[in-house]
């Protein structure tokens, strides 16, 4: 034979869910009076002055984890550039009025200053500026800051 509770015992048993308190024997004590709801005391407890807030990130002037970029060789990165957008006329044989040929390793080191001052200051060439690149200028930047490295 089961023992059943009664009627007004398993409507307590029902409120004991909801509210955490019961009145009939053997639910007062398997929900606790607080288990429900943290007392008001402890809640403001979890807040500690002392302790960082969690929005706070790491400082805003960290320096992100990345490595820097090689530095532009002349060889693929320069002479990439030069042949895309200046051997039309800075070829081997310069054509169109172009003074001189800037083609190989010594020419563009020995015009660097001009080209720097050309491409990079005045934007002027090639002649309309426009195609080129904020990253190409800045790549023959570094090419020349890092002291035009083959
Ligand atoms: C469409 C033809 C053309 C192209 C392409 C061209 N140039 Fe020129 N460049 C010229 C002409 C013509 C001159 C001479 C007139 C002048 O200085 O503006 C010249 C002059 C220069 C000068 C100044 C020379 C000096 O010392 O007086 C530099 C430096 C130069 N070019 C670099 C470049 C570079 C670098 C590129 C590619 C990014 C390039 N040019 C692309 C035609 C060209």
Redesign the pocket.
């Known amino acids: 034979m089961t023992t059943r509770l009664p009627r007004s015992c398993r409507l307590a048993a029902a409120l004991a869910l909801f509210f955490g308190h019961a009145g009939c024997p053997g639910f007062g004590d398997r929900l606790p009076p607080d288990a429900a709801l943290p007392d008001a005391g402890d809640a403001a407890g979890l807040v500690d002055a002392d302790s960082p807030t969690p929005e706070a990130g790491p400082p805003a002037d960290a320096a992100p984890d990345v490595p820097p970029a090689p530095l532009p060789r002349f060889d693929p990165d320069v002479a990439d ?2 042949l895309r ?2 051997s ?3 070829g081997e044989l310069p054509v ?4 001189y040929a ?1 083609v190989t390793l010594e020419e563009t080191r020995t ?1 660097l200053a ?2 720097l ?3 990079v200051d005045k934007r ?4 309309g500026g426009g195609v ?1 690149t904020d990253e190409e200028r800045e790549m023959l930047t570094r090419w020349a800051e890092g002291g035009a490295v083959p």
């Open positions: 550039f030069l957008h200046c039309l006329c800075h169109g009025g172009a003074p800037l015009h001009a080209i001052d050309r491409v002027d060439m090639p002649p080129v």
